[in-house]
């Protein structure tokens, strides 16, 4: 239950017309009674799992382009939210090799290590993408980085250097074999390869569109010779990633078996080794879209877990004054490099509720393959009337679930609270004021896998 506290952690700003959650972990006088909203209840296994990593994008980026938009961001209405340390293998600081390895492996390596264990015996660690490979699912890396770049690399490849881009590469092509493959070009993929392997190569934005999604669809984009353009800077005839997106969603969705896609906002990293604020913002604004995409296409479907992370922090950025809604915010950068920052990580969906109990990146993978189906911790509760309280969870399911009261959370001492069925993303349990309990809080379990 250590995610109890995290709305307080968080330090979102209060804005218009966002929805903005109002707590967790709720102590209230308890007696009985329950009430859902009622749809039949139906097994919800875990079909699709996309994690979202904006590179470098601490809280501080994500303030700033709050700032400059004069809103909270999309992914900020996600109603589990918590940070992450990203220290590597070799101390506080992390590169996003290392990073990227800990959230795809649960393993920390050494900065520039791709999946391999090292230190350790340099043997390969299953990333995220091949465990769900071998659950069938089809997979996908989407970046706005190069391609052949540290964090994809984590998902597709294994090698003892960030650099080894023509083994990255061949991984890819030759052994993974994602059925989505979308960034930049060169680095060690070439449209010849990729073209050998079986891919239908596109290079710009009108080829992407008119690309095959249908079942068994093999899609490469290399777009340009490097990272995409900046988002500030115009991508002229290459797709941007709220481009890339729908396409791989199309093509992945094709899969019976659902899909593991990992979508990488790229550049919000480039931009912030520069202390480019402008790029930083634009670069945070066009990854919160294609989240915001990525979610609307999952809403109602109850089979999809969405993480939204970072993999570090760069830039030592601090947001010192809002200057309102399309003005630059003032600000600071305390480096050129990465910090040891914690990091944001937002979650919606199936075992979202997963995200409040998380502390450090290696965890990550742990709630992207878990089939715990919840448990899940409150996140509002409302005084509806002098009488009856609220509380709400954020679900995505039809599942019915149980929900349990406990006096203390250390120690817990759960006790059955009754039942609730979920409407499409949101159940509701309802205790009246007259003090047959003491002070409780509540959680809400699957009564599918993992529920007893
Ligand atoms: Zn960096």
């Not at 969603?249 to 080794?273: T, V």
């Not at 409040?356 to 393959?369: G, P, Y």
Request: net charge negative; charged share 15%.
């Amino acid at each position: 239950m250590d995610g109890v506290n995290w709305k307080t952690t968080m330090g979102l700003r209060a804005r218009s017309g966002d929805g903005r959650l109002t707590g967790v972990g709720c102590a209230l006088a308890v007696s009985a009674a329950c009430l859902a909203a009622a749809l039949p209840g139906r097994a919800a296994p875990i079909r699709n799992v996309i994690l979202c990593i904006g590179d470098g994008m601490g809280p501080e980026q994500v303030e700033a382009a709050r700032c400059y938009a004069g809103t909270n961001l999309f992914f900020d209405s996600f109603p589990y939210q918590t940070r992450i340390t990203t220290f590597a293998a070799g101390g506080a600081l992390t590169d996003s090799a290392a990073a990227a390895t800990a959230i795809a492996t649960g393993h920390k390596v050494d900065d520039g290590v791709i999946s391999l264990a090292i230190p350790g015996d340099a043997s390969e660690l299953e990333t995220l993408l091949e465990a769900f490979q071998k659950q069938g699912k089809a997979s996908g890396l989407v970046t706005t980085s190069y391609l052949t770049d540290a964090t994809p690399a984590a998902f597709g490849a294994h090698a003892p250097s960030r650099g080894e881009y023509a083994q990255i590469a061949s991984n890819y092509l030759n052994r993974t074999r994602p059925e989505v493959l979308m960034g930049g070009g060169d680095s060690g993929m070439s449209a010849d390869a990729a073209a050998n392997a079986g891919y239908t190569v596109v290079t710009d934005a009108a080829t992407l569109a008119a690309a095959d999604a249908s079942g068994g669809a093999r899609v490469c984009g290399l777009f340009g010779s490097s990272s995409l353009p900046y988002e500030y800077d115009g991508l002229g005839d290459l797709p941007g990633i709220t481009n890339m997106v729908p396409k791989a969603l199309d093509i992945l969705d094709s899969d019976p078996d659902g899909f593991f896609l990992m979508l990488e906002g790229g550049r919000i990293d480039h931009a912030c080794h520069d202390n480019d604020l402008p790029r930083c913002i634009f670069e945070t604004l066009a990854f919160d879209a294609a989240v915001k995409l990525v979610a609307a296409w999952a809403q109602g479907r109850g089979d999809t877990l969405i993480l939204v992370l970072a993999d570090h922090e760069t830039g030592g950025l601090t947001v010192l004054k809002d200057n309102g809604a399309g003005h630059l915010p003032k600000v600071s950068w305390s480096t050129g490099g990465h910090t040891s920052t914690p990091v944001p990580l937002y979650g919606w969906g199936v075992n979202a509720g997963l995200v409040t109990q998380t502390v450090d990146n290696a965890e990550v993978r742990a709630i992207a393959l878990s089939t715990a189906l919840m448990p899940a911790v409150g996140v509002g509760v409302e005084r509806f009337s002098p009488e009856v309280t609220r509380t709400r969870w954020a679900v995505s399911s039809g599942d019915v679930y149980r929900c349990e009261q406990t006096v203390t959370l250390q120690p817990a001492a759960w006790q059955p609270g009754g039942t609730v069925t979920a409407d499409t993303t949101r159940v509701t349990f309802a205790t009246t004021n007259a003090a047959a309990y003491p002070k409780s809080f509540f959680r809400l379990l699957s009564t599918q896998v993992g529920g007893k």
